[in-house]
């Protein structure tokens, strides 16, 4: 029986390890070939292109007007990053530490953004924001982006919040401690592994975040992947390779992001660093 079991283990595990290759190998493909496309001068029913150049991101940058694109972008997700922290987190602590009348519907009100696809309430939100007039702008697109983002950061601070000894608290309060300053100088720094996890993710959904944006932005405040959408469908004949140069130049922007993110947050040790600091 111990053989058999032991047996059945290996396959489901060989199993698994196959399915998981065929996965990434899958996905290896998909961006070498449009990394590979971005730079050939002809590419028809070859393994490779004929000759290799890099004429076409140069074309992307002036046609599509990449460097204001990512202009915008940055803005975009500093400010949601920014925003999302400084509303969220202070939220995630009242939910966390306050008892009130209507606490699990307000609860509940908070976590819809995140239980319903986001075309689902963007499109309602997008005409609010354009009779408000801020549709169209950056700033619009930025309130478009919080509506998710903050109760992304509630629902991930709150376990951080709860693990914290409310003792810790109270003593920084006996030594003359006001809210606000125990607030930074004591709740902030236990809570910063949390605070780095749930910024980090934020700024990947920001940057990734297509249909809000896409129903909120003007001319001038697209984000990366919104203007991405615009090359592909838009009217008129594009090569292929410049939009796949504009797709290599959005996969580069969002992992130097990602790194930069990493350099300062180490997700593995995030819980146990948390954990470790609230005792």
Do not use: C
């Not at 997008?126 to 478009?144: D, F, P, S």
């Not at 629902?155 to 607030?183: K, N, S, Y």
């Amino acid at each position: 029986m111990i053989r058999y079991t032991s047996l059945g283990a290996k396959l489901w595990a060989t199993a698994v390890w196959v399915i998981v290759g065929f996965f990434v190998l899958n996905l290896l493909a998909m961006i070498a070939t449009v990394v590979v496309n971005s730079f050939a001068t002809r590419w028809l029913g070859t393994w490779l292109p004929a000759a290799f150049t890099t004429r076409w991101y140069a074309s992307a940058w002036d046609e599509f007007q990449l460097l204001d694109v990512l202009i915008v972008t940055m803005e975009v997700v500093g400010a949601v990053v920014l925003l999302s922290g400084l509303l969220g987190v202070p939220a995630a602590y009242a939910m966390a530490r306050r008892e009130f009348p209507g606490k699990q519907l307000v609860m509940l009100l908070i976590l819809l953004p995140l239980l319903v696809p986001p075309i689902t309430f963007g499109i309602p939100l997008a005409t609010v924001l354009y009779k408000a007039g801020a549709a169209g702008t950056i700033w619009g697109v930025i309130l478009a982006n919080l509506v998710p983002t903050v109760p992304f950061v509630i629902l991930i601070m709150i376990p951080f919040i709860q693990q914290i000894d409310p003792r810790v608290e109270a003593a920084a309060r006996v030594f003359g401690a006001g809210t606000l300053r125990m607030f930074i100088h004591v709740l902030v720094p236990l809570l910063a592994p949390g605070i780095l996890a749930a910024l980090l993710l934020v700024l990947v959904r920001t940057i990734a975040m297509f249909e809000l944006t896409f129903l909120t932005a003007g001319p001038t405040s697209q984000t990366l992947v919104v203007a991405l959408y615009y090359a592909v469908f838009a009217a008129g004949v594009r090569a292929g390779q410049s939009i796949d140069a504009m797709a290599v130049v959005y996969m580069v922007t969002t992992l130097l992001w990602l790194l930069i993110a990493l350099r300062f947050v180490n997700p593995t040790q995030i819980v146990t660093r948390a954990k470790r600091e609230a005792h």
